[in-house]
């Protein structure tokens, strides 16, 4: 699947700068929703495979097979939260955060606004990053309540670069993201059990925030309990030609779809 990136405005006046801005945003969200954004042995990239003449318009794609799915998942995002003020099925809070600041590009140094839409899709439908999506954005991430609760999840991701260590969970079951940190970043015990579950089927316990429609948001993690180990990533020799079909003969887009339909009502608690 291929995503084209559209900026409006009149073209000499918006800036290379704000080009750069917009992909670079959109990158970021891709690499937030990247199943496999957690793996060491991938080099994560997106290439350009289209470029329209006469607009700003850039297509994407994916460098490697296993990311194809962040394309898909990030025209659902938005288009989810075009709909409602909620965390989108297969993403968390750190995702909602980069689709608002794609918003806050637009009105600057010439782009008049940003949209999304699939390549090649003639009836697909274009979604703009506009006011409501970056309100919903907002109000499917502010805290109306903390309790002291556990998550189940999949550590995905990690990022020591930040003041606090931070990383992601993801319950497969459910399609339900959580954004992490530690309680105590001083706490090197639990940051080196964090650091070696990458990919491990973990419960997390701590202080756990929720939105108005009692979403899981973000917690503040003290306890960490492996469940499961990480499993052994197989070779591209292991699974060629494992499941020439396994999208069941439906696009990138229809696929994820189909997924969010068989999750939503099936939301429960920790």
């Known amino acids: 699947m291929r995503m084209q990136v559209r900026l409006t405005g009149d073209l000499g006046a918006i800036s290379v700068l704000a080009l750069r801005d917009v992909l670079s945003s959109t990158v970021s969200l891709l690499n ?152 105590n970043r001083d706490d090197a015990d639990l940051l080196q059990q964090v650091k070696s579950s990458v990919g491990a089927l973990v419960s997390a316990r701590g202080d756990l925030k929720r939105n108005s429609l009692g979403q899981p948001i973000h917690m503040r993690v003290d306890r960490l309990r492996v469940i499961e180990e990480a499993p052994v990533k197989p070779t591209l020799h292991d699974i060629a030609g494992i499941s020439p079909d396994w999208t069941e003969g439906l696009s990138s887009v229809e696929f994820v779809r189909k997924q969010r339909r068989s999750f939503e009502g099936g939301e429960g608690q920790e």
């Open 32 to 183: 937030e929703l990247d199943p496999s954004a957690g793996r060491s042995d991938l080099h994560r990239d997106w290439v350009v495979t289209g470029l329209a003449e006469g607009s700003a318009c850039v297509a994407i794609a994916a460098a490697h097979s296993e990311g194809e799915l962040a394309l898909p998942r990030a025209l659902e995002a938005v288009r989810e939260l075009h709909e409602r003020p909620a965390i989108p099925l297969g993403a968390n809070e750190f995702a909602v955060r980069k689709v608002i600041k794609l918003h806050q590009l637009a009105g600057k140094r010439g782009v008049t606004g940003i949209e999304f839409s699939e390549v090649g899709d003639k009836l697909a439908r274009v979604t703009p990053i506009n006011a409501l999506v970056a309100a919903h954005a907002r109000e499917a991430i502010k805290e109306v309540s903390r309790t002291r609760s556990s998550f189940r999840g999949r550590l995905d991701k990690i990022n020591l670069r930040t003041r606090s260590p931070e990383f992601s969970l993801f319950d497969e079951n459910r399609g339900v993201g959580l954004r992490c940190h530690l309680e």
